[in-house]
């Protein structure tokens, strides 16, 4: 019996779409509208998102004022010549006062206006500066230097830049270095996760006795938080007490132990291996999950046709794990993409993935503007990669 | 033919043998590979600060002169108030998202409605998306409201627990015969009571899953903590044990000491519910 919704069952979903909203899809929005501006928090002129310009109008007419009673004391004391040009500027900034005296405290304005108090501070200097010269004396020349350079604060222009950030992107070096290493530390981690987890699953899935045991051994490394092992990870791998870095030396898998954790290779290893380590165990889980649903007759009957067991696994185990597969490796994937606690803590930021140089550019910078561009383009390369595993998968993820 | 007899039925035995002897051998040395970190870190807890650098000691397996100095540094230092503050998180992030995952759970499951099948899709959407595009947003939202350094961040918890909980509940309330909702509704329980009196208790395995794959997540997360709770007052474990390691010297006697006891927890947790755990992590890889 299918009912249809009526507003008392649309509240037993309301909390759910409004933690959504909320923590979800606002904080999607705003980043993508933050690509749009020079959004920058550690500058006053940037901190905010201004699609007009504003103008703190109290200060603004306060030094307007300031501007003009000098300008009045002055006038007297030049020639008759250039007292017509301070007469002019003392009108203009006279219309000014008059203007925003009586607006609110911050105002919001077009861009005309925002290009017309430009020009007028600009033009207010100039006549400070070309009168220096000629009378050194003059309060415009000697006291205007602070309140101009204040009249400029006022004025905050707006620092919508349209797409300003995703044309710095494509020119970005360091972009496209952190997307090598993300596609690199994905790709590599995540094939070696399926190789060796598939190989467990078929041992736990053949072994009858002691699966309890290899399944409690397995979740814990996956059930420890991801800093808590990077840590581990980084004392085994520390170039003077590690035990691990010291045994690879010794095999030679590496020419010294303090390598692991400072060249660039050293530290993709280190961070796959670690990666590895975590979560096999977590595939194998999955794909023994898989194996599990196997109809056993099918082996029976493949042995009985005389199937060897790399025959019967090609043929029967790999095409009726595929959808597991796919799943197990679609999670996985989009997991290591956005890897950032691992690498963070193991080398405080290097191999530099796209997560990594996102926050360092964002929290360590105060650049949200550039830093939001990064985490959309991490954005539109998780929507391909599910994407062409969900075309893959025939939409049966999300089938009911 | 008498020699074909005596090697035949012993032939595939032997085989046999030596593929079981293989296979143990495999699964002896997946074990110890991974527990041979913990171990290692265990070993290095009971170690004074000489040994642990030390050329001649620093691989031994038993200290020389064994010590819980480093447990004492720690506590001292206060990590367990940090194992304190992710108990409260994780704790009220698993309270509010069982509740809201099974009411919404309870409507999908049973409900058609317009949108059911892009509700579905924003929520596995959302399970995917790198977190990174939330965090400068909400750490602006907090800001605003002066949420910063607070319990509250276990409302921003809700992007990455909520999806999988609903995930998990739909499909255990799916498995709950619609009959038996009925008899309750006819007996005269509203749609309020029959969900958390009838099909909740029902579904109690579910529940319990998501609530312990939810705990879990919540106390494993990092980059929020992170960013919203800088201070040490309101620190989880994961962010507290990363402040151990200062920028010139790395105790590593202090730090394995304090890894051994956060991990108890989850060490605990693994071993009391690993049924209801494998079940989480698989939920939604079959399909039935």
């Known amino acids: 019996m299918q009912r249809r919704m009526t507003w008392k069952e649309f509240c037993f979903i309301l909390p759910l779409l409004l933690l959504v909203s909320v923590f979800s899809l606002y904080p999607i929005l705003s980043s993508f509208s933050y690509t749009l501006f020079d959004y920058q928090t550690n500058n006053q002129a940037k901190n905010a998102l201004y699609t007009a310009a504003t103008l703190n109008t109290m200060l603004y007419v306060e030094d307007c004022d300031y501007l003009v009673y000098y300008l009045n004391k002055d006038i007297p004391n030049v020639d008759e010549s250039d007292r017509a040009t301070l007469t002019a500027l003392v009108d203009k900034l006279e219309a000014q006062k008059a203007a925003y005296a009586n607006s609110e405290k911050t105002i919001s304005l077009p861009a005309a206006t925002d290009q017309e108090i430009s020009a007028l501070i600009a033009e207010t200097e100039q006549v400070a500066q070309s009168y220096a010269e000629k009378y050194p004396t003059l309060r415009i020349v000697t006291k205007s230097g602070q309140i101009l350079d204040e009249m400029k604060t006022c004025l905050i222009s707006s620092n919508f830049i349209g797409l300003t950030n995703y044309s710095r992107l494509v020119s970005d070096d360091r972009f496209g270095q952190a997307v090598g290493n993300t596609f690199v530390f994905t790709i590599l981690s995540v094939s070696v996760e399926l190789l060796l987890g598939m190989a467990l699953a078929l041992i736990m899935n053949k072994a009858m006795r002691g699966i309890g045991l290899v399944r409690t051994t397995a979740l814990i490394p996956w059930a420890i938080p991801t800093a808590v092992s990077a840590l581990i990870w980084c004392y085994l791998y520390d170039g003077t007490s590690g035990i691990v870095a010291a045994l690879f030396t010794r095999l030679g898998i590496i020419a010294a132990p303090e390598l692991l954790l400072t060249t660039a290779g050293g530290t993709m290893f280190g961070a796959i291996l670690a990666d590895v380590w975590k979560t096999t165990p977590y595939m194998a889980l999955l794909l023994l999950a898989g194996l599990q649903v196997i109809d056993r007759g099918l082996y029976e009957s493949s042995s009985i046709d005389g199937a060897g067991p790399i025959r019967t696994f090609t043929s029967i185990t790999l095409p009726l794990l595929k959808s597991s597969m796919l799943v197990a490796l679609l999670f996985r994937t989009l997991d290591a993409f956005r890897v950032y606690d691992l690498i963070a803590v193991l080398t405080k930021g290097t191999p530099e993935t796209l ?15 550039y830093g939001s561009v990064i985490v959309v383009a991490m954005f539109a390369m998780v929507a391909l990669i599910a994407f062409v595993y969900v075309k893959v998968l025939g939409a049966e993820l999300i089938q009911e | 033919m008498t020699t074909q007899t005596a090697i ?13 002897v293989f296979m143990w051998a495999l699964i002896i040395c997946f074990i110890c590979i991974n527990l041979f970190p913990f171990l290692w870190v265990l070993v290095t807890s009971f170690k004074p600060v000489g040994e642990i650098y030390g050329a001649e000691t620093a691989f031994r397996v038993i200290a020389i002169n064994p010590t819980i100095n480093n447990y004492l540094t720690v506590v001292n230092k206060g990590i367990l108030h940090s194992v304190f503050n992710s108990l409260i998180v994780s704790g009220i992030t698993t309270l509010y998202v069982v509740m809201v995952a099974s009411m919404s759970a309870y409507i999908i499951a049973r409900i058609h409605f317009r949108g059911k099948t892009a509700l579905m899709s924003l929520i596995l959407g959302i399970s995917m998306f790198p977190q990174m595009i939330i965090v400068g947003p909400i750490f602006n939202m907090f800001y605003q409201f002066r949420l910063l350094n607070s319990y509250w961040v276990t409302l921003a918890y ?20 619609i009959s038996v909702e009925e008899a309750a509704r006819i007996d005269g329980c509203s ?25 879990i997540s919540a106390w494993n997360e990092y980059l929020l903590t992170l960013t919203l709770n800088a201070e040490k007052d309101f620190q989880t474990v994961p962010v507290a044990i990363n402040t151990l ?44």
Do not use: C
């Open chain 1, 355 to 369: 997560s990594i140089y996102a926050y360092k550019m964002m929290i360590g910078q105060s650049n949200y503007g």
């Open chain 2, 8 to 20: 035949q039925p012993d032939g595939p035995d032997q085989h046999r043998r030596i593929g079981h």
């Open chain 2, 158 to 177: 809700s992007t990455i627990t909520l999806p999988l909980a609903v995930w998990i509940m739909v499909a255990h309330f799916k498995q709950i015969p």
């Open chain 2, 191 to 215: 749609q309020w009571q029959s969900l958390w009196k009838v099909i909740f208790p029902m579904a109690a395995p579910g529940v319990f899953t998501t609530a312990i794959m939810t705990f």
């Open chain 2, 245 to 288: 390691r200062t920028q010139f010297s790395i105790l590593w006697g202090e730090i394995t000491a304090a890894t051994i006891l956060v991990v108890i927890p989850t060490l605990a947790i693994v071993l009391l519910f690993q049924k209801q755990i494998v079940s989480g992590i698989t939920s939604g890889a079959v399909k039935e």
